[in-house]
């Protein structure tokens, strides 16, 4: 296993999220017909099968629901990360993300601390992630 | 929802288990299969079921185990056969269902895996979607870890809870000479001094990963009466499947699938949690033996720390949990581990562990088993009786 971290693979549930990513812009599906939000991104929305659904943009704020701090890593490409946080993220508009929160200490982090969206830029790519707020 | 009285579980194939290098994926679930089928004085021409657990990744250089060839290393053309893509652990209602329907007379269901000495287990963590690795998320583990942290913050669980899962369960194993932590002894302070994994989880959090298999034979009561083990009776069943990942689950931190997975088996099996005798849990993790209690209904959330304390699972308790040491402290045989603790406790065959006068603890009448799938994704439970 190198130590390259993995990059986002595209597929057709997934493609307008990364690629909004890569514009610094958090976008989700929300359902035409009932309003849900939703993550993972799906081909019809999980609460009442609606296929239509249009991209928002979300506000990148939040809190988190949960979060871990990695001691070992399970792949080459994070080891230098270590310890490093992921964190369920719940957003304002509702969905649920996994993510890493950055620019503090493992043990500043504490669950439903308010945080908002970071940008990591790799290559082509950008990856959401979250800083804590004051 | 209608009563079970029909089935009972009639025998059970151990291999040689822990570090076992040179073995294929399938040699273990084919070793496992014949040793249950002789165990329960069968050959395999009376075998007409075959249930394999869960599809894994395929170890570099070996063939994908599927149950055309588990089947075939076994010479048996059955009538039913099936395995699970994932963790969905309806094995044996399968079994059942293939039994009450008259399509097949005595049913096996099968593990193995060479976890421990392949790569397997390191393919399955990079199947994960990139919409989870890119953030260096991988694995069971993790998943597990936000569960557990969620529910630390919701009810204030945490290692002073957990630590008394791993202690305890480590005791049965050092009276299993089969465990892989057979000898090896652990104090509270072991527990806090294991090395931190993904915070919340310790080591000794974790499952074992292991080389090996299991497996058992089930047939109806009928049948089992002429075969040499006392039958053990599935007395009740019950499976309920949140289904969501973490990111969309709403029962991280409970009710999970346990809840109404054990209110529906102890419903079939016309018992209430007080005629139970022992546990046997799917024990992936320690914070998943105390959120399946508590979703049973055996405390409420967060008086777990005060329900483990003072040995209540050990040797010598009132209710002894995963008395083989588990997946814990004895072998990760996914289910079967917890199953087949169940039947050979009932059926008296436990040796130095076996409930009764032995172990200071109650002769078991009644067992309640849980095998549990995904993260929290799936659970089945389990009411297995002496016939």
């Not at chain 2, 075998?47 to 075939?72: K, M, N, Q, S, W």
Request: net charge negative.
């Amino acid at each position: 296993m190198d130590n390259v971290k993995p990059l986002p693979l595209i597929n057709g549930d997934n493609e307008q999220f990364w690629k909004g990513c890569a514009r610094h812009e958090l976008r989700f599906q929300k359902c035409r017909r009932c309003g849900f939000v939703r993550w993972p991104p799906s081909f019809l929305c999980p609460e009442c099968h609606y296929t239509d659904a249009e991209m928002i943009r979300a506000s990148g704020r939040g809190r988190v629901y949960s979060f871990v701090v990695y001691h070992m890593a399970y792949h080459q490409g994070f080891t230098d990360d270590l310890p490093y946080v992921v964190a369920l993220v719940e957003l304002a508009e509702g969905p649920r993300f996994l993510s890493n929160i950055v620019g503090c200490e493992p043990d500043d982090v504490a669950c439903d601390m308010p945080v908002e969206v970071v940008w990591d830029d790799i290559g082509e790519w950008s990856l959401p992630k979250f800083r804590l707020l004051p | 929802m209608k009563p079970s009285n029909g089935c009972a579980v009639v025998g059970v194939g151990y291999t040689s288990q822990g570090r076992v290098p040179g073995r294929t994926m399938l040699s273990f679930h084919v070793e496992a299969a014949a040793q249950a089928i002789a165990d329960a004085g069968l050959t395999g021409k009376d075998i007409d079921g075959l249930i394999c657990y869960r599809h894994f990744p395929a170890a570099t250089g070996e063939p994908d185990v599927t149950p055309y060839l588990v089947a075939e290393h076994l010479g048996i053309s059955p009538t039913y056969l099936s395995q699970e893509a994932n963790c969905a652990r309806s094995h044996l209602l399968h079994a059942i269902a293939a039994l009450e329907a008259g399509e097949c007379n005595y049913v096996v269901i099968s593990y193995g895996h060479n976890a421990l000495s392949s790569d397997s287990i390191l393919k399955l963590l990079y199947q994960k979607g990139s919409e989870e690795m890119v953030f260096g998320h991988f694995g069971a583990t993790a998943d597990y870890a936000l569960a557990a942290r969620r529910a630390m913050h919701l009810f204030g669980t945490g290692p002073e809870t957990w630590k008394h899962i791993a202690v305890g369960q480590r005791k049965w194993a050092n009276l299993n000479p089969r465990a892989m932590h057979h000898g090896r002894p652990m104090t509270f302070d072991d527990y806090f001094n294991s090395r931190l994994v993904v915070e919340p989880f310790r080591l000794f959090d974790n499952c074992l990963i292991t080389d090996g298999g299991r497996a058992c034979v089930v047939t109806t009561v009928e049948r089992a009466r002429d075969l040499p083990h006392r039958p053990v009776r599935i007395m009740g069943f019950g499976h309920h499947h949140p289904s969501s990942g973490v990111q969309r689950a709403r029962h991280l931190a409970g009710p999970t699938g346990a809840k109404r997975a054990g209110e529906r088996a102890l419903r079939m099996a016309g018992v209430a949690l007080s005629d139970i005798d022992a546990c046997e849990i799917y024990d992936c993790f320690t914070y998943t033996v105390e959120i399946t209690l508590q979703d049973l209904g055996f405390f409420g959330p967060g008086e777990g720390a005060d329900w483990f304390a003072g040995g209540r699972i050990e040797p010598g308790g009132a209710m002894p949990v995963n008395t083989s040491g588990g997946l814990l402290s004895e072998s990760y045989q996914m289910g079967l581990t917890p199953v087949t603790e169940a039947v050979m406790q009932l059926m008296g065959r436990c040796g130095d562990r076996q409930m009764g006068p032995a172990t200071r603890t109650k002769e078991p009448e009644v067992i309640l088993c849980t095998d549990n799938g995904g993260t929290l994704q799936s659970c089945a439970c389990y009411v297995f009786g002496r016939e």
